[in-house]
């Protein structure tokens, strides 16, 4: 049995808002789950009713083998860190990092060796007489963690624990909590509406939409196998390209149709369009920025899924180049090499590496093949 059930689980807040519905999950222990979705989505939520600090409304919730629906937040053994540091102002890093076993009147000598070992996994040993106003972001993001992981409790739930940080800040601890994961092989969940955040830390990530959930998978998965529109425009930056396309047979091929430009499809995507009846149809077609080519090796290998755009901004960004551009309507992004010939108001020949194209039913928005 794994060690975390959520099945069924609903929110409703007393105004009558549903935020959550029918959340099913099962997480195993050890493992890193990421929340992600746009703000609202029901992610705190959810990480609340896990932590005892919301009722759950309707559903189950079971934490290693027992019903937990009713337990209160101390009994469930589970540790929080939020985005606010809620760090005692008034109290040194040691103090604060020591505060919730001094409230169980845990034995001074432990107090002390524990403090000392969580200081030294963060990096604050040097600090630990200073007060949180004398300390940086990260720092007092430190002793945010340090004081969840001296519980030694086998669940931290993290919500958007990094959003007060500068970008620089945030990548920098962001490896911090991936190695912190691996040394105290706790079970984690973390919550974010930062798709890179989640990409890097999550063994597993549950993308929510409006309170409900879109895909339970790895990272590598959510990014070649979207199971939607939703989730294939969520995660990767800058986003899919997504257009408009009508499936039509040509011969013994099956191509789509963009505005009039022809894309030849490859056989086990026209097969499965084929048989699922979406000839004549028309769906969305999504291809990621880096799967649109200018280079020649491109154009030879995909001489059936080519066109021609004027491109409106060319971005470098040292080790690549974005380049901008409307095609049969749409705005359009290619991430292509430094050496591009390409700039602002030129032409450029474009290839779509058509293997990698995903297909959309126009009205589920579900993915029909990658
Ligand atoms: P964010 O990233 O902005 O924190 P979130 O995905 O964590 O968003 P939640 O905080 O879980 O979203 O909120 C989900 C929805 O529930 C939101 O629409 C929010 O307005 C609503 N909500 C939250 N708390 C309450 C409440 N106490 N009463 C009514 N509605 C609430």
């Known amino acids: 049995m794994a060690y975390l059930t959520l099945k069924n689980i609903n929110k409703i807040y007393p105004n009558g808002f549903h935020a959550v519905h029918n959340f099913n999950l099962e997480i195993e222990k050890g493992e890193f789950v990421v929340f992600v979705g746009p703000s609202g989505c029901g992610k705190s939520t959810t990480l609340r009713m896990i932590a005892g600090l919301e009722d759950i409304s309707s559903g189950e919730f079971i934490l290693d083998g027992k019903r937990a629906n009713e337990m209160g937040p101390r009994e469930r053994e589970i540790a929080m860190v939020f985005q606010s540091y809620a760090l005692y102002p008034q109290m040194t890093v040691y103090d604060n990092i020591a505060f919730g076993l001094t409230l169980q009147g845990v034995d001074e000598d432990v107090i002390e060796e524990r403090v000392k070992n969580t200081a030294r996994i963060l990096g604050l040993t040097d600090y630990l007489d200073r007060l949180p106003r004398a300390l940086s972001g990260g720092q007092r993001q430190r002793v945010a963690i340090g004081r969840a992981i001296i519980r030694k409790v086998g669940i931290f739930l993290m919500d958007e624990p990094l959003s007060n940080l500068d970008a620089k800040l945030r990548v920098q601890m962001r490896t911090e909590i991936a190695k912190l994961h691996d040394r105290l092989g706790a079970t984690i969940i973390y919550v974010t509406h930062d798709q890179t955040e989640a990409m890097t830390l999550g063994t597993r990530i549950v993308v929510m939409k409006e309170g409900v959930v879109q895909q339970v998978d790895t990272p590598q998965n959510l990014y070649n196998e ?145």
Request: hydrophobic residues 40%; negative net charge.
């Open 226 to 370: 979207p199971g939607n529109l939703f989730v294939a425009g969520f995660i990767g930056s800058p986003q899919m390209n997504f257009m408009d396309a009508v499936v039509e047979e040509k011969g013994s091929s099956v191509i789509l149709n963009v505005g009039g430009q022809e894309f030849t499809l490859p056989e086990n995507k026209a097969k499965v369009l084929k048989e699922k009846g979406y000839i004549g149809k028309t769906v969305v077609a999504g291809i990621r920025p880096e799967n649109v080519d200018d280079d020649p090796e491109s154009l030879a290998k995909y001489p059936n899924a080519t066109f021609e755009a004027k491109i409106n901004v060319y971005e470098l960004l040292g080790a690549e180049v974005f380049l901008y551009f409307d095609f049969a309507g749409t705005p359009m992004t290619a991430r292509v090499q430094p050496g591009t010939p390409a700039r602002t108001g030129s032409t450029v020949k474009f290839a779509i590496e058509i293997d990698k194209m995903h297909i959309f039913d126009k009205d589920t928005e579900l993915a029909i093949c990658h």
